[in-house]
């Protein structure tokens, strides 16, 4: 008799879905999570505009966010793990 072990073994996650709202880009992934990052975090996307930031298509069977416009491509798996661009900035209202 033959004991089998299934190694567990990690899936990365792809997005199912990419939007906007305002200045925020939101993935859905094939996890369940929502994950939103400010546009301000990728240099191309913090110069676009709103109009051209709400064209976001998902690319590469939801491991890639593509905007044909400004021709810039950010993968999933850098958005899960937090790589961006630049940093985050808080402003301070006076």
């Known amino acids: 008799m033959s004991i ?4 567990d073994e990690y899936i990365e996650p792809a997005a199912i879905r990419a ?4 200045r925020m880009i939101y993935i859905e992934l094939t996890d369940g999570r929502i994950i939103g990052f400010p ?18 298509r998902l690319r590469l069977n ?8 400004i021709d810039e491509d950010i993968t999933v798996p850098g958005i899960v ?14």
């Open 4 to 7: 089998f072990a299934i190694k």
């Open 62 to 69: 939801g491991f890639a966010l593509r905007w044909e416009e």
């Open 39 to 56: 546009a301000d975090r990728f240099k191309l996307l913090a110069q676009a505009t709103d109009e051209q930031l709400a064209k976001v």
């Open 81 to 94: 793990a937090g790589n961006f661009q630049l940093p985050f900035l808080v402003t301070k209202e006076s």
């Open 19 to 22: 939007w906007t709202e305002e």
